[in-house]
């Protein structure tokens, strides 16, 4: 088993930036990509950007050029850093963390970006 802890939600600025941080525990020497989804109401949830244990990252074109994923240097931990965030950034982020056998979710974090 695998638990993953999000944190660093919030309301921000159009333009404005945010880093979200996910804590992997239990299991983590079974895992082999961590990563961020995303769901905004009324749609359906969707891909924001992964990172494979060997660095490998993935973004959905959307953030592509302001938002970066990143591991922590005991690799349970991921980031992603939002840069001039839209409004169409609003949304709840999951953390997830994929093994060959399972994949495991966070319990979400708020995002909106509202003047």
């Known amino acids: 088993q695998v638990q993953l802890v999000e944190s660093g939600g919030g309301l921000v600025q159009p333009g404005g930036s945010l880093r979200l941080s996910c804590a992997a525990s239990g299991s983590i020497f079974s895992i082999n990509v961590m990563g961020w989804y995303r769901q905004a109401p009324g749609k359906e949830r969707e891909l924001v950007a992964r990172?494979?244990?060997?660095?490998?990252?993935d973004y959905a074109d959307s953030v592509k050029g302001r938002f970066t994923i990143s591991r922590g240097n005991a690799k349970n931990t991921v980031y992603l850093r939002m840069n001039s965030l839209k409004p169409e950034d609003t949304a709840v982020y999951y953390c997830?963390?994929?093994?060959?056998?399972?994949?495991?979710w966070g319990q979400g974090t708020q995002v909106t970006v509202s003047s």
């Open positions: 990172i494979s244990s060997g660095g490998t990252t």
């Open positions: 997830n963390a994929g093994s060959v056998l399972y994949t495991y």
